[in-house]
């Protein structure tokens, strides 16, 4: 019984709908407030913002992105001046990667927008169902994680 409840309201595919629908919105308020990067380059820009100097390799992890999206990400924004990357101290041919004041203040100017599309897509759902979907999200890519083989 259960695997047909599952099977007929189709949780993954909603998911993954409601994600990229999540994308789309996001990627058209940023084009209607003319910001000059993308919604994927605001996340890079802000896991800098919160933990600056990292690898590209962390980067990856944190925002989820395989490395060569990850190689093209920062190469647009450090051609764009708003990040800026170091050889590793230790002498490795290993880049860290460094968010810039441009960077840090495109996060400011930006965070506003990003508040007005997460407020427009939770608008009419209680706080207290939004903590329950929080938890259950979190327990889905626990799962997730617990099976699947991840490789950066």
Do not use: H
Request: proline share 3%; aromatic share 6%.
């Amino acid at each position: 019984m259960r695997q047909e409840i599952l099977l007929k309201q189709k949780i993954g595919m909603r998911l993954s709908r409601a994600g990229a629908l999540a994308r789309l919105f996001a990627i058209q308020s940023f084009l209607k407030a003319g910001f000059e990067i993308t919604p994927e380059q605001f996340t890079v820009l802000m896991a800098l913002n919160e933990n600056n100097g990292m690898y590209l390799r962390q980067l990856a992890d944190i925002t989820f992105k395989d490395r060569p999206n990850m190689t093209r990400i920062v190469s647009i924004l450090e051609n764009g001046g708003y990040v800026t990357s170091e050889l590793a101290a230790d002498g490795r041919q290993v880049k860290k990667l460094y968010i810039t004041d441009k960077g840090r203040e495109t996060c400011t100017q930006i965070l506003p927008e990003i508040l007005n599309v997460w407020n427009t897509m939770i608008k009419g759902i209680p706080e207290d169902n939004i903590d329950d979907l929080l938890r259950i999200i979190d327990r889905i890519e626990f799962n997730l994680k617990e099976n699947t083989i991840l490789q950066s």
